[in-house]
Every structure is written in C-alpha cells, then in structure tokens.
C-alpha cells in the first residue's frame, strides 16, 4: 500500500495513490506499506527514488542501520507492536532524499496513525521531511514510555499475589512474569539499538534545525534504558521469589 502527503497550510493532506498520476512533485511523505513491485516502480519513475526491500530493513550491522548513499540518508528503526498474544519488534526503514521522506515498513502501526493526528494540530510536526521523520520518533518514543507505565501497573498485582498463589494459579504468575519480561527485552533492544542513531541523525546536515528536538529524545530515551534496567531486576526478583515459593 502506497499513501502520500502533501502540506497545506500548516496540515498534512493524505492521498491514496492508486495510479502513477497520483504522485506529483508536492510530495512531502510517501508511507509504503508491504509495497507491490508496481508502488516501487511508480515511486522510481516519479521521483528517480530507489527504494529497499522489506528484507533488507533487518540487518543489524550498524552501518545497516544509519547510513548516507547516492539514494539519500537511510535510518532503520525497530518498532515495537504488542498484540493479545505475540510482542515482536517491528524494522521500519526511512530513507531523507531530495527533500522527501520515504518510509518503509510491513505492518501497520499506531506510531503513524498517532503523528498523522498529532500533525494535524501542530504546523511544526510537518514543516519539512525531517521534521515529520522526527515527529514520528518522538511519538515512537512516547508510546515505548506509555509502554513501560502499563507494564509497571501489571507488574504491582502480580508481586502482591506471588506470597498469596496456590499450586493451581502459580501458573499464570510466572506466565505474566515472563511476558512482562519479554517486551521489556524487546523494547529495550529498541532503545539500545537506537540510541547511536538518534546520536548520529543529530549531527547530520539535515537534521540540524531539529537538533533541539533529537537531544530532547535522547534524554526521554536515557530515562527510559533506566526504567527498563529497574524493571528486569524486579521481574527477576519476582521471578526468583515464584520460583522459590513452588519449592517451598
């Protein structure tokens, strides 16, 4: 799926491309979607813009992950998607060129629902490709913290049923035990991985009227590598202490 946008006084206008005509040179954003062999060629003919391959969005080198070629600057980012049954992170690819952003990505996520609300209050969020790439990191980085917040709340009523559980609910003790651990992991990885990222975005040249912004996320981000250390130590308490009442 292949979407653009365009700014219109101070707002971001979506269009669903569904022919080659769509794509005109007012073009500010275009969000792919899983796109078709066709959305990559119309983007190429309109735009002279290679593209990547979903594929490639998952290699983790760290000249992968943030790099500059003649296709313009490349920043691949995990995204982390929970569901009712799986947490996985998610490889988004963003690609700065020419004045456009190109995003990358296969699967829907409420990150860019989020910032497409958000801009459309806020003038400032959509005044450039670089701005709305960092608007979305910013929204990225909210959600992760909105994140660690729920995972806090669910961790309080477990620790206080762990001394109280019979042999029939340990079970589902340690079952919320392991997956609150298993999306702290998977956030943390996130925050890990990025962080160098955001470090290196903040000194490239198109970044540099966002500079104040980035350096305000990396902040948010620290804090948040903080939490996330706080959180495995008391889910592994937690999880010693299960442990320890099933011997018992």
């Avoid at 080659?20 to 899983?34: A, F, G, K, N």
């Avoid at 691949?76 to 990358?104: A, K, M, P």
């Avoid at 860019?112 to 801009?119: D, E």
Wanted: proline fraction near 2%; hydrophobic fraction near 40%; charged fraction near 25%.
């Amino acid at each position: 799926m292949l979407t653009a946008y365009t700014t219109a006084n101070g707002t971001l206008n979506k269009v669903h491309v569904t022919q080659r005509s769509d794509l005109t040179p007012e073009m500010l954003w275009l969000d792919l979607v899983y796109p078709t062999e066709q959305d990559r060629q119309w983007i190429k003919q309109a735009y002279g813009q290679e593209l990547q391959f979903i594929e490639e969005l998952g290699e983790i080198e760290a000249s992968e992950r943030f790099y500059r070629d003649e296709h313009g600057l490349h920043l691949h980012l995990y995204f982390l998607l929970t569901g009712d049954e799986i947490t996985r992170n998610v490889d988004v690819g963003f690609t700065v060129s020419n004045g456009r952003l190109y995003t990358l990505r296969g699967d829907e996520l409420p990150e860019f629902r989020s910032f497409y609300s958000q801009a459309a209050k806020n003038p400032e969020l959509c005044g450039s490709a670089m701005a709305i790439l960092v608007g979305i990191i910013a929204v990225r980085v909210g959600m992760m913290a909105d994140t660690y917040e729920r995972l806090e709340s669910e961790l309080e009523p477990v620790s206080l049923s762990i001394f109280r559980s019979t042999s029939q609910t340990m079970p589902r003790v340690l079952e919320s035990l392991a997956r609150i651990e298993d999306i702290n992991g998977k956030s943390r990885l996130g925050l890990l991985e990025n962080k160098r990222a955001y470090a290196s975005l903040s000194r490239s040249s198109e970044a540099a009227a966002q500079a104040e912004t980035i350096n305000d996320i990396l902040l948010d981000v620290d804090s948040l590598m903080t939490y996330s250390s706080f959180l495995a130590e008391r889910a592994k308490f937690l999880m010693d202490a299960a442990l320890g009442m099933i011997n018992i």
